[in-house]
């Protein structure tokens, strides 16, 4: 069974930049069935998408988001990543990488266990 | 696009469930509900309007006509105690989530 393993530093100086990979158990980056992305959760708060990347290598980033995020894909480390600069203490979240299954309609399935990045100095 | 859940739904064991997830002609796209019980990453339920992905039991179940999506959970027990969060595609490429419920087993 597939399994998503975030990592990264858990905190984060204000203005600089966040960067957090997601590794995959299996070869799912390598097949067309799948897509990839990253939601992240502040506290006590509900989801919010940050980002997509396709198979073809395109990417979607949510509007707000936009100017500062980058989602890249490498399958010879099957390992997904996120770059987000300029953060804030805004940016504090539970950050997750899941799988888009698009068979199953585009659904996210699985999710990683996340990881808690905390912008503070 | 907007998504509105109501932000709580609280009910006995043995009781049915159903939690609603509005959205404009949502009935034409394709809905996705996940649960998160505290401390644990999301886990998908129920995907495309009604369908559920192994493993999840069969008092899970979805429909979705008009401006609404309902997940509808039957004999509802203490381990459904979750938030649960619907979700679509909008333009083909961005997602949007609901504001999700908090189902409280009494």
């Known amino acids: 069974q597939l399994q998503l393993q975030e990592s990264g530093p858990g905190l984060v100086q204000p203005s600089e930049t966040l960067s957090l990979t997601c590794s995959v158990s299996?070869?799912?980056?390598?097949?067309?069935?799948?897509?990839w992305g990253w939601i992240r959760q502040p506290p006590g708060k509900g989801l919010e998408w940050i980002g997509n990347?396709?198979?073809?290598?395109?990417?979607y980033y949510k509007a707000s988001l936009k100017s500062r995020v980058t989602v890249s894909v490498d399958t010879s480390m099957k390992q997904l990543s996120l770059k987000l600069t300029s953060v804030t203490a805004a940016d504090t979240a539970v950050y997750y990488c899941?799988?888009?299954?698009?068979?199953?309609?585009?659904?996210?399935?699985?999710w990683g266990q996340g990881t808690q990045v905390t912008v503070s100095s | 696009y907007v998504l509105t859940q109501p932000p709580s739904v609280s009910l006995a064991p043995g009781q049915t469930a159903r939690m609603t997830c509005g959205g404009r002609?949502?009935?034409?796209?394709?809905v996705h509900w996940y649960q998160q019980k505290p401390g644990r990453a999301p886990v998908l339920v129920v995907f495309?309007?009604?369908d559920r992905p192994s493993g999840i039991p069969d008092r899970f179940s979805g429909s979705n006509s008009g401006n609404t999506a309902t997940l509808t959970i039957s004999r509802v027990e203490a381990g459904d105690e979750a938030d649960y969060y619907c979700?679509?595609?909008?333009?083909?490429?961005?997602?949007?989530f609901g504001g999700g419920t908090r189902l409280t087993v009494l």
């Open positions: 990347i396709y198979y073809n290598g395109n990417t």
């Open positions: 299996d070869d799912s980056l390598s097949k067309n069935r799948y897509y």
């Open positions: 002609n949502i009935e034409s796209k394709s």
């Open positions: 979700q679509v595609w909008d333009s083909d490429s961005d997602v949007v």
């Open positions: 495309d309007d009604s």
């Open positions: 899941v799988r888009i299954v698009v068979p199953a309609a585009m659904s996210f399935d699985p």
